[in-house]
């Protein structure tokens, strides 16, 4: 069974772009749960997707958006880039997205902001 | 904020068991403790969970006290490729699917 893939695995972006990343989970997974990593926060929660639907959000500015399509992939949206959004941002697929759930992370996408 | 504490760093000898300690004295009687590790440019990957018991994988055990407030990871014959940092986490009751990282303590095998 294919993991979890993230497109692209590398992007560099200027001050003021936007940027676009996409995730798609292990098939039969409906839960895609998005992380920034940086050297100084550690991994931070972003969003939660379950069914095309938001079930929970972290405390991120709302620059930072997500959605979900019906075959459970998901993107995930930055606008106005700031040079602190440079970071590791990490997808995870779990099978139904209970907390007891096993999730399943992809490689990441490292954003690079100039 | 992680409602977890665990140190910065810790070595272990290739071959023998790797004991890594977490401190959580403020969980809830519902909550879980998860347990990843993230080896260098990888995504982290799952380990163990779990309540009350003790718990076993092909990976790991992990140990639970009785007050709960306390558990410890156990690698019972790490290897080199075990070199990694490890996370210790309770979900916060209130957070519905979220869980809270803090900055793990990153293992070292030497051999």
């Known amino acids: 069974k294919a993991g979890v893939t993230q497109t692209p695995r590398y992007l560099i972006k200027t001050r003021g772009q936007q940027v676009t990343l996409s995730c798609s989970p292990i098939s039969g997974h409906r839960s895609v749960s998005w992380y920034q990593q940086t050297p100084g926060q550690g991994l931070q929660f972003l969003f939660e997707y379950f069914s095309e639907t938001q079930r929970n959000k972290g405390n991120f500015p709302g620059r930072f958006s997500g959605r979900q399509f019906s075959n459970s992939r998901s993107e995930m949206n930055v606008s106005t880039l700031e040079l602190g959004d440079s970071a590791l941002y990490l997808c995870?697929?779990?099978?139904?997205?209970?907390?007891?759930?096993?999730?399943?992370f992809g490689p990441g996408t490292r954003l690079t902001v100039l | 904020d992680a409602k977890t504490t665990q140190p910065p760093s810790m070595d272990c000898a290739e071959g023998r068991a790797a004991n890594l300690p977490c401190n959580h004295s403020t969980i809830s009687g519902n909550e879980y403790v998860y347990w990843y590790r993230q080896i260098h440019s990888q995504g982290p990957q799952y380990i163990i969970h779990g309540l009350k018991n003790n718990e076993t994988n092909e990976m790991a055990s992990l140990i639970i006290t009785e007050d709960r407030k306390s558990s410890t990871l156990i690698l019972p014959h790490a290897t080199l490729r075990d070199t990694a940092v490890y996370y210790c986490i309770v979900r916060v009751e209130d957070s519905n699917y979220q869980l809270i990282w803090g900055a793990g303590t990153k293992l070292i095998i030497k051999p």
């Open positions: 995870a697929s779990s099978l139904v997205g209970e907390p007891y759930n096993e999730q399943f």
